[in-house]
């Protein structure tokens, strides 16, 4: 059996997006940029894909910039947001240690031309609270930039809130919405969003596309140099096969995102009920305001990786954390900044569901990873200690 449980890191391209893309990968092939005819279809296909994922997120069509994803979106976005506070005297951002790395990346390089960053902590259960937030705010507040949903927990953060403490306060509000897009409701002038960041592959779109939505009036810094492409704020020729493949993957996601919600919900809490009955295992994150389709443990006295190869030999693709820090031996950062210990937080799995899936697949699932974990732990020093009373369990 070969079970598919890495959603987060990437969902499988739907059918109606390869459908599409193809015209534009044959027919309609033009340059968008080009006057005559064969570029002027292009351009009347890349008008209407911008006004379809405005629709989705409550934008206008020209506060939609592609990108080629949620990382390009999220540098581009906080570098902006940094260039404004500049002008305006204002150098101090807030965020939270559990952010994607594309953000904290981009704020540890705004730090060393001198802003200011404060990462909020986060609480056991993986939420940010607004009062922080609010707290926090100084008048040389220049932006405050909060994931709506965590890419390894799966916690949703109460962006609404947030974005309505920073619209008062009148500082520019960013959420990377990688993780939410097509998964959880989204409108960016209810949800007072200044910015904000997706990438198409995390719903059944395409690889390599992504959009940053700017709220009208804010002035974009280009970070990609070049010609005049999406009104002067991001140059290069625009994917025109990709931008159609994601817009019509997000008009699916979100025309069956509740009833998709339910039926997925069913199989996740079926899943942590069974993963939770495994001895010293602990859920990572809010129980219920988690996305619909994220599942991430932490299993005493193992070894992570170990874990993650016994289950592909048992034909379950599953992660640790991000797929973008999969090369690295550090523990998840995310699980760090919840307040897990090192040792536990390199036992973590992240098993991130479908509509695909099926309950034969959970089922199957539980009783391989408690095999898998049954045997690491049969093996292991730190594990042998733990039962002999040399070492303390830290989960009981």
């Known amino acids: 059996m070969k079970i598919y449980l890495d959603n987060a890191a990437t969902t499988k391209m739907s059918k109606t997006a390869i459908d599409a893309m193809l015209p534009y990968l044959d027919t309609v092939y033009g340059n968008p940029s080009s006057l005559h005819s064969a570029g002027q279809g292009a351009a009347e296909a890349l008008w209407q894909a911008r006004q379809r994922i405005a629709d989705r997120i409550g934008a206008l069509p020209e506060e939609i910039i592609f990108t080629s ?198 199989l996740r809490d079926k899943l942590i009920a069974g993963l939770s009955q495994i001895p010293h295992a602990v859920l990572n994150g809010d129980a219920e305001k988690r996305l619909f389709g994220n599942v991430n443990f932490c299993f005493e006295g193992i070894e992570g990786e170990s874990l993650l190869l016994l289950l592909d030999d048992k034909g379950i693709c599953a992660s640790s954390g991000s797929a973008c820090t999969s090369g690295s031996l550090d523990p998840s950062h995310v699980l760090l900044a919840i307040g897990r210990a090192h040792d536990i937080a390199h036992g973590s799995l992240r098993l991130t569901l479908s509509e695909e899936n099926t309950e034969e697949q959970i089922d199957y699932t539980i009783q391989a990873v408690n095999e898998v974990v049954t045997y690491l732990r049969s093996i292991s020093p730190i594990w042998r200690d733990l039962v002999n009373g040399k070492k303390e369990f830290m989960i009981t």
Do not use: W
């Open 69 to 266: 994803g949620g990382s390009e979106a999220d540098n581009q976005a906080l570098l902006s947001a940094a260039r404004i506070g500049q002008k305006q005297g204002k150098r101090h951002i807030i965020s939270t240690a559990f952010e994607h790395h594309a953000v904290l990346h981009t704020l540890k390089k705004l730090e060393k031309e001198g802003f200011e960053v404060t990462l909020l902590d986060v609480h056991e259960n993986g939420i940010i609270l607004p009062e922080q937030v609010e707290k926090t705010i100084r008048e040389d507040t220049c932006l405050v930039t909060v994931m709506y949903a965590n890419n390894e927990i799966g916690t949703i953060q109460p962006i609404k809130e947030i974005g309505a403490i920073c619209r008062t306060k009148g500082v520019l509000f960013h959420t990377d919405a990688v993780q939410a897009a097509g998964h959880l409701y989204i409108d960016v002038k209810e949800q007072n969003i200044d910015l904000l960041s997706l990438s198409a592959h995390k719903f059944h779109g395409p690889k390599g596309i992504g959009v940053l939505y700017a709220r009208k009036g804010i002035k974009i810094t280009t970070v990609i140099e070049g010609g005049a492409q999406e009104s002067g704020r991001r140059a290069g020729t625009e994917n025109i096969p990709a931008i159609m493949g994601m817009a019509a993957a997000l008009d699916e996601a979100c025309t069956h995102m509740e009833t998709c919600a339910r039926r997925v919900r069913i």
